[in-house]
């Protein structure tokens, strides 16, 4: 696959697909340990403030995922203005990165 055939829209795809587990290392940085890979979802259940809202912020990343990758390759099959569709990508992405750190922040 040549990657310089990819269009903005499909990067922020990659990007968005990225973004929760980015924001699951926030939350286990520094206080999740071997051990806990035993039984993650307690040691989940046991976290609270920040690191609790990360856990809630990557699940939150995951479920509105399949509803923008659907959005981005509907765009594309029925032809939508390709500047149009990498400007609303674009946006998507930064604006699930500020959500992500306001909600993280409790912002």
């Known amino acids: 696959m040549h990657t310089h055939h990819l269009t903005l829209a499909y990067w ?53 995922l399949p509803l923008f990758m659907a959005g981005v390759l509907a765009a594309h099959q029925f032809g939508a203005t390709q500047a149009r569709i990498d400007a609303l990508a674009l946006a998507y992405v930064l604006l699930r990165v500020v959500y992500v750190s306001c909600y993280i922040r409790d912002k």
Request: hydrophobic fraction near 45%; charged fraction near 15%; glycine fraction near 14%.
């Open 12 to 64: 922020c795809l990659l990007a968005a697909a990225v973004l929760p587990y980015v924001t699951a290392w926030i939350a286990k940085a520094g206080a999740f340990g071997p051990g806990d890979n035993h039984t993650p979802r307690e040691w989940a259940a046991r976290q609270g403030g920040w690191r609790a809202r990360a856990l809630a912020a990557q699940h939150n990343g995951f479920e509105g």
